[in-house]
């Protein structure tokens, strides 16, 4: 077999590897947004069965085959690039077995259920049982991945969210930080007491209203609902398939700007889904890259862009008018002071762009204790209130504002926390570098012009897929990999001026 | 190998097959939902592919093998009744290549997209190219199915909607009803033109009160909501997948009568797929029956309960609050001669209990036609209004309210027709025999309680999956097989008197 037949093969399974993932997308968006719960263990069914068709074409020997026959690929460097993504996505499937792979999607299902329920009724103890048969099968998982990959069993975890991402890397950004933030909080909060308190606009603000506002600010953003959606669940998130991208939020009538953000955050994410390069759809290569660089993509428009004075000066009068709002409280100023109002508080979700690293910091301490099997889950609450007092010196009052606020350890996600910051850190220095290469970019967007900014993006970022890594991408885009100074030096400047 | 072995492997294999079938259902319901335009041919892409990769587990040569050492099956009838069904499912799938499989339902996807517009923009000619394509693949299975079964084109074409079913003895019964129509129509007619003509409640009648009644409706049926939604579609239909059953509608606002008789017929629909017996879920026995007993369901529900005097007695007074309407409109005398007021018209899903049979034989005749290669697609519009004009005397003034109108033939569904009117003299038959079997069944439901109604159901045709052949279940339940005079008798006694 000659190496460009082999990879015609591989690029045809891999193709239809990549379209049952979509199928899955969808069903898993519905099952968030619309599902009855009655259907949950037909979902269930569903998801695990496309889950194991998708491993076993995955995993089958012709694949090993294929790929040795395949070389290293020729033409430019997307073919290669190409190869290089089906083998480290064929190492990765193959180091877990077929029957495992059935029992994780059946018990993340049922716990997702479960923990619906169980955060309303802040019930830990009934979550309890699901949670640990979660566990016990992510760490099954972790010890087949490190036992085939040659890496930590968190390491292992973590490599399938953000390839190359190693815990021994994270340690000294994330130690660097944890030690930075303290003070730098204490003078953030001295800054802001200093100047006049931030006075939240009154509702309620009916959700219709509010879903209407985040729509147009979405397509100011640039997304096109020819190609998504905007819908509810429980938990904030962006999904759906390949060219039908479909963000969710939640409303809270009583503060609409938790909603908006949220939807401009998820926007973020859309943006790179739909600018990933179409040439490649289906196919590894033109995928997104890891966590940290989708979450960079989000962050970037939410933080970095819309909790900016420059795009309130576009947004306010938009929020004025859309909740007939007057007087001081709708002012600039007064948006821009409670947009960028740090507290800490319990909601990892809600949290200000200041003290969420330290939400992360807590959930990377805890997970790799319990992947290490050195903390039990019976445990889990106290040492996450625990972790919440030293890090930011706050205590819980019950679990569903502690241990049980997020989904991701309930849906089977562990070693994924910690690509949030590495996402805030790599959100700084790509804004930094677009405002450095596109003339008038921030006068554009307080105009509510975003078009230069998402050209940058489509091609510094979203139409690169994962040619190259993270770490690559940052460098031929900005100057540099993963730079924490660049993060630091952006919170000096909005906070303490 | 036991004969016992192989059928345990078979059933496993079914079962997933039969799960592929649940995740295409959700599929197609979002697609007719909630998708945007945009991403069209990304589904296609997974309808296909899922599509595609249940065809090749079904026709696995194993399959065949297993089958032979399977035997008949032992125990009670229900294994032998699997494994029947199991036979049939194979030689049907058998006797199409995979890559015709691939290629109609793209196609199929594709024109029912085009279809959507044409529709709107009254452009038939538009949809004529994707509609060849259709009808050429339809065409080409037609060929293979006749081959492998031994059937005539069509009769295989409608084997598969439903099993058994052949077009020489259809044609009796239509040509029957035909003889029929004509003097009862003219009867009809005349006996109503001497009764006060029923006057429509004048609306708009908000669309969220009309869901609103709908679902409270649906309710009273016996719908369960946490194993189901109702939501809308251009053309409503009852999908989803085991245990999530999906109803659509669509509203209009200056009359609520369609959309609510169009939500009654569909939960009937719902009914049936709710009350299929468990224990055989994914299993091919445990499926519904052909398209026919499928049909009983809905006009069981939409035109022998819920357009009778008896039901309307209970939901008249909840129409009237429900919109705030009072007056000589909203008395159950004048609601129930507008629900069975009989009017010959160009829509077949708006048509009354009456003329409904003639617009299934004008479609019945037109894709024999259209199969047998005696009518060419290009002179479709003209043969239509023709056959109108022959069967009810009325000529559509254009293609959107005649051959434009329904979504079966782009989305490839040829054969499926016949069983609508099959559908309504199954349902004649077992209304009447409930009635017989339970005391006080029409009291009850004139007083809103469905419960006795769905016990027998459940018992007599619900529960009983495929187990046995339709005019089988017909006459267990009955006493004969499909009778036309019932039918008949009904529709004497309900518009003659």
Known sequence: MSSNSAYEDLAVRFHRIGVIGDALGILH???????????????????????VLRHEMLTQPEIGDLLEASGEGAGDDWLPANLR???????HATAVPADLVDARSRANAACEMEWRSARTDNDYKRLLPSLEEVLRLVREVAAAKSDAL?????????????PGARSAAIDVIFENH????????????????????PVAPQGPFPIETQ???????????GFDFKRGRLDVSHHP???????????????????????????????????YELGLPEAWRYQPVGGALGMAIHESQSLLVEMQVCRS?????????????????????????????????????????????VTYPAHIILRYRLERALIGGDLSLADLPGAWNDGMKALLGIMPPDDALGCLQDVHWPGGDFGYFPTYTMGAIAAAQLYAAARRDVPDLEANISKGDFAPLMAWLRTHVHSQGSRVTGDALLTAAT???LDLAGFQSHLRERYLS
């Open 150 to 162: 040659g890496l930590s069993p968190y390491d292992a975890l973590l490599d399938s969210y953000e």
């Open 237 to 271: 998130f962006c999904g759906g398939s390949s060219g039908d991208i479909r963000i969710t939020t939640r409303y809270d009538e009583a503060d609409f700007t938790s909603s908006l953000m949220g939807v401009l955050h998820e926007t973020g994410h859309a943006m």
């Open 211 to 221: 879903r209407a506002l985040g729509r147009q600010l979405m397509r100011t953003v």
């Open 29 to 51: 968006w519905d099952q968030a947004t619309l599902m009855p719960d009655g259907s949950a263990p037909a979902r269930a069914e569903q998801l695990a069965t496309l889950s």
């Open 479 to 481: 100057g540099t990999p």
């Open 178 to 197: 944890a030690a930075f933030l303290p003070g730098f909080l204490a003078e953030v909060l001295e800054f802001q007491a200093s100047l006049p308190a």
């Open 309 to 353: 004075r420059t795009f309130l000066t576009y947004a306010a009068p938009l929020m004025q008018k859309a909740f007939d709002g007057s007087g001081p409280t709708w002012e600039l100023d007064n948006l821009y002071r409670l947009y960028t109002k740090v507290e800490p508080g319990f909601i990892r979700v809600d949290a200000d762009e």
């Open 85 to 91: 993504e089906m083998r480290r996505t064929y190492l």
